[in-house]
């Protein structure tokens, strides 16, 4: 038999700790529910704990007794453990199978029910009036946010204020997507043509990043954005800074916007210097979000050509 040279494995084992310790770290920056920025994350994660918790009930006791009565019933000689070939029934062991189980399952269904309409993403319920509003479209592959009182809109980077509600109404000009910022709320699905909500607020100053969650294609890993929330003085400057620096946004660039691209090749034809490297910032006065959404609402298909999303779309950026 050949002799195969092994590495030594514990320099190994040493990177591969390094690497895991690293890689948590700059995960950890609030890019999870698990190091939640807001209330509803925070719930969130709470009723995970909660629930695994509540399921350990169950699985613990399993995983350690399966090993301990195959080990102490096993066949051998001298053995002391009992031998009992005609026993059938306890009442007290039924009481305990089936009521652990409906104990739990009870517990869990009430806490779920809970958390159901606690969480509703429609729900207003953890911030006061008034909230920001922000209307979001997704394309293919970034988001575009609206702010319709604002006269802003940005691509790449969301600027919220802390400490304050922010109303979002989602669809999309293309394929149905689906919206997150683990570290805030979410996920929830747009599709073209109809609307969804999501409310949330950010407790502190903080940068987290935002997603799609439903596959989409080619850009579908880039189709990311950076949510920065900040105290209310720095966000009025930011809005500033996005209106002194941003461009048009009119149907001749929403329409280089929505074509078929990601946000680097889409920042390659709209960024200009002002604007940092993996945002776009707009100016706008048209309610561009509801003729978005009208669009598919004359009653008749809309002509493949004027569906962001599709091949024929504009010219789409080939690769
Ligand atoms: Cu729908």
């Not at 059938?88 to 399952?105: C, H, N, Q, R, Y």
Request: glycine letters at 6%.
């Amino acid at each position: 038999m050949a002799q195969v040279n092994m590495p030594n494995p514990i320099p190994l084992l040493m990177v591969a700790v390094i690497l895991l310790v690293s890689m948590s770290q700059t995960v950890a920056a609030s890019d999870s529910f698990m190091d939640p920025q807001g209330p509803i994350a925070a719930i969130q994660k709470t009723h995970l704990l909660r629930a695994t918790a509540l399921i350990m009930v169950a699985v613990v006791p399993v995983l350690v007794l399966v090993p301990l009565i195959a080990l102490r019933y096993r066949r051998r000689k001298n053995s002391s453990a009992a031998y009992r070939p005609e026993w059938d029934f306890s009442a007290k062991l039924e009481f305990l199978m089936w009521g652990v189980p409906v104990l739990i399952v009870a517990l869990l269904s009430f806490y779920l029910w809970k958390a159901t309409h606690r969480l509703d993403p429609y729900s207003t319920a953890f911030g006061e009036d008034p909230a920001l509003r922000v209307q979001v479209v997704g394309l293919d592959w970034k988001w575009l946010f609206i702010y319709p009182d604002l006269g802003i809109a940005s691509v790449g980077e969301f600027g919220i204020p802390t400490k304050r509600q922010v109303a979002m109404t989602l669809t999309t000009d293309t394929v149905m997507q689906s919206f997150m910022i683990p570290a805030l709320a979410g996920q929830i699905y747009a599709m073209p043509g109809m609307t969804t909500q999501l409310h949330l607020v950010a407790d502190a100053p903080e940068v987290m990043q935002g997603e799609n969650t439903q596959y989409n294609g080619r850009g579908f890993t880039k189709q990311k954005f950076r949510t920065v929330a900040m105290p209310n003085d720095e966000f009025e400057a930011w809005v500033q800074k996005v209106r002194d620096n941003g461009i048009q946004l009119n149907p001749a660039t929403y329409q280089t916007l929505a074509m078929r691209t990601d946000r680097d090749e889409v920042q390659a034809v709209l960024g200009t210097a002002k604007m940092p490297k993996d945002a776009l910032y707009f100016t706008m006065e048209e309610d561009l979000f509801h003729s978005i959404l009208h669009r598919y609402h004359g009653g008749e298909a809309v002509l493949v050509d004027q569906q962001p999303g599709t091949a024929s779309f504009g010219l789409e950026a080939q690769k």
